[in-house]
Structure formats: C-alpha cells, structure tokens
C-alpha cells in the first residue's frame, strides 16, 4: 500500500514577484503561486472530486490552491490586527477550520472547502496561549465533529457548531497548580491527548529537572469529556512549537512524542498514555549514517505519516546540511523487537533537497503523474516534492 503522504517545499521568498530556477531544480518544480504571501500553515487535501491546497499566509491570506498546476481557487484576505492571525489550519472532507486569537478573545471558523463560504464560527473570551504548535490547537474528529483548546478547557463542536462537552484541563495532577499553556491536541482512536507547557524556573513543577519548563499532557475521553488522567514530561526545554518535537501515531506502535533537544544530538521518545513515561533514547548512528555532531545539532524534524489511521509505520524526515548541501533522510517508525510498547527507527532511503527550499508536511492520498519520476526518487512509497 502506498502512502498517502506528500512533502510539501516552500521557497523562503514566496512573496517575490519572480524566482530563477537553478538547474538542479528543472523537472521538479512544477509551478510557483504569487499573490498569497509566505505560508504559514498548509494542508493538502483530497475529499471525492476536491482536490485542493489549502493556505494560511503570513500575509493574513486563507486560501485554496489547485496542486496541479498552482491556480488560485479563492482566497480570503481577514483583518490585520493581531487577532486575526491564523493559529491553526485543518481540513476535513468538505469543510475547513481556522482558529485565531490574542491575549483577549480566541475565534474558531469552518467554511466551505469547495466554495470558501462561511458555514459557522464562535468565539471565545479566552487568551490564545503559545504559538499554536504547528497549527494543531483544534482538530477534526474522524465524524466530522470538532475539538479546540479554548484557554484551560478542551470544547468539542459538532460539524454544525453546537457544543457537546467542555472538558476543564487544570485539576488533574500536581501540575496544576501553575498555570498551563496548553497549545496542541493529538486524537488516537478514543482519547484526546491535549499538550501544554508549565513554567518550571523556579523548580516548584519538578525539582529533579534542570529544565526551566516540563509538558504536561491531559488525556480526555472523546465521547463523555471526562479528563482520565494528567502527567508531566520532561522534554529538555524542547518546546511544543519546536522544528525537533514530533507527535508520531500508527495503529502498530501507538502515539509517541519523539524530540531531540537543543545542543544535544539524541532524539528521545516517549508513548503518550503511558502515566509513568518509558523514555528511550535513539542515534542517527543507529540508522547507519555517518553523521557529525554538528549535523545533528543543525537538523530539523518533518513529520510525513502521522494520522494513525494507517497501518504503514509513521515516517518522519529528518533534515540537515552536510557539505554545503540541503540533504534529509526518511525513518519509519516500527515497534521494537526488544521492549513491549517502546519503538524502533529504521532508514527508509536519503535524498539531497532542491537548492534554497524548506520542508513542511501535509498529506493527500499520492497521484503519480505517468512517466514522471519523484523528486524523493522513491516512487514505491508514493512520495512527491511538490513547491507551492
């Protein structure tokens, strides 16, 4: 079964009215959209005939893209103050959420994917903590129906925006008599896991750390909103909205965390609804690359299958540079042949990255084009480079 997984590579001056084309770039870029600024946010999604990518810019623009050929199917241009940044953006059949905020009101909208129209929206007098964590505050439930973080409570929504349940995150474990900010939600088949960070510089979290924050995880039962348990990890001052923390899911393996911390060059993981986390420590030098320190310290973590529906192992991509060159490589995540519920990283292959692109993660079932050969060179797994 091939992967329903695209890499999506943004240029770092989307915004300029015009680009060269380096020769190790011909043949794989296929169009560049002006127009909608540098994305923030990207979501590729395919739903029946729809088909689209779907936009949040630095520019305050929410729009949709064609992924053939980069024509603009509509576009909205929202205010300009600061509480019309879009905090998270996700896609679910034939509706799309934005979540926006500030330090006074958060605001959450679905709209029409197909014809951009505004189905519903809500609005909550609640602060718009954190920077979003890779746009995952709210979520989609698989039937539709919607999960968000509104300051210290998780609210679930149905597609039409009636509120079913509000779950209050604070209350349940010792972490919570500081305050929590709570920025991230990973659905895993019953349970909704919601991440956030507490101040721990003056030790009165955890005493044993010398980190100057733990993550504190909540888990909550999707159907009843009753929260079942409450913990801390300790990520090493690796925060939530870092380019070096992942959230990885596969029906084989579970959901973990896997992070690497800052100057140090070994990632670590933990499975989430464990309430004595299991830490296990993993090494590039596992994946049989010859890699320097300074390699590792300079990379960046790219999450590619990660929805837990699948029963593929989740890949993550793991990007540095070597000889003055973008490289990555691919690891999927599998469970160990060694420890009951702990997990084991494999290489799947390594490709070098088209000069002056960066990486983000979205996922759309794949379309090989005939003929054509994946940029990743790894047309098997159905991987795509595709600049937006």
């Known amino acids: 079964m091939k992967l329903a997984t695209v890499i999506a590579l943004v240029p770092l001056l989307l915004a300029t009215l015009c680009r060269a084309v380096y020769n190790d770039e011909a043949g794989v870029i296929d169009w560049h959209r002006e127009q909608i600024g540098v994305p923030k946010l990207t979501v590729t999604h395919s739903w029946g005939n729809l088909s689209h990518i779907y936009v949040a810019t630095e520019r305050n623009v929410l729009a949709a893209v064609e992924p053939t050929d980069g024509s603009l199917v509509w576009r909205h241009v929202l205010g300009g103050g600061p509480g019309q940044q879009i905090d998270s953006l996700h896609a679910h059949k034939d509706k799309v959420l934005t979540v926006n905020g500030d330090s006074d009101k958060v605001e959450v909208r679905v709209w029409d994917a197909q014809s951009s129209r505004l189905l519903w929206e809500t609005s909550e007098d609640v602060a718009l903590t954190g920077s979003g964590s890779r746009g995952e505050r709210a979520v989609f439930l698989p039937n539709g129906d919607l999960v968000v973080i509104l300051g210290d409570r998780l609210v679930r929504f149905t597609s039409e925006g009636k509120k079913v349940w509000s779950a209050e995150l604070d209350g349940s474990d010792k972490g919570a008599t500081v305050v929590t900010s709570y920025q991230r939600v990973v659905v895993f088949g019953p349970r909704i896991f919601v991440l956030g960070e507490v101040d721990n510089k003056d030790k009165q ?34 925060p939530l909205d870092s380019d070096n923390l992942l959230v990885l899911k596969s029906k084989s393996t579970g959901a973990h965390i896997l992070w690497r911390p800052p100057k140090d060059i070994l990632w670590r993981s933990i499975t989430l609804g464990k309430l004595e986390p299991l830490y296990s420590i993993h090494h590039a030098k596992m994946l049989q690359l010859e890699l320097w320190p300074q390699h590792m310290l300079g990379s960046r973590l790219v999450p590619l299958v990660s929805d837990g529906d699948s029963s593929e192992p989740a890949r993550f991509a793991c990007l540095y540079k070597k000889d003055g060159k973008e490289k990555a490589f691919v690891v999927a995540v599998k469970p160990s042949s060694k420890e009951a519920d702990d997990i084991e990283l ?18 759309v079932p794949p379309t090989p084009v005939p003929g054509k050969k994946h940029a990743s060179g790894n047309a098997e797994h159905g991987y795509d480079m595709i600049q937006v």
């Open 205 to 238: 979290v955890d005493k044993h750390t010398k980190s100057t924050f733990v993550l504190r995880v909540v888990e909550v039962d999707q159907k009843a909103g009753e929260v079942t348990q409450g913990y801390l990890v300790d990520t090493n001052d690796t």
């Open 346 to 363: 494999t290489k799947d292959y390594e490709y070098s990255m088209p000069r002056g692109s960066s990486a983000v993660a979205t996922r």
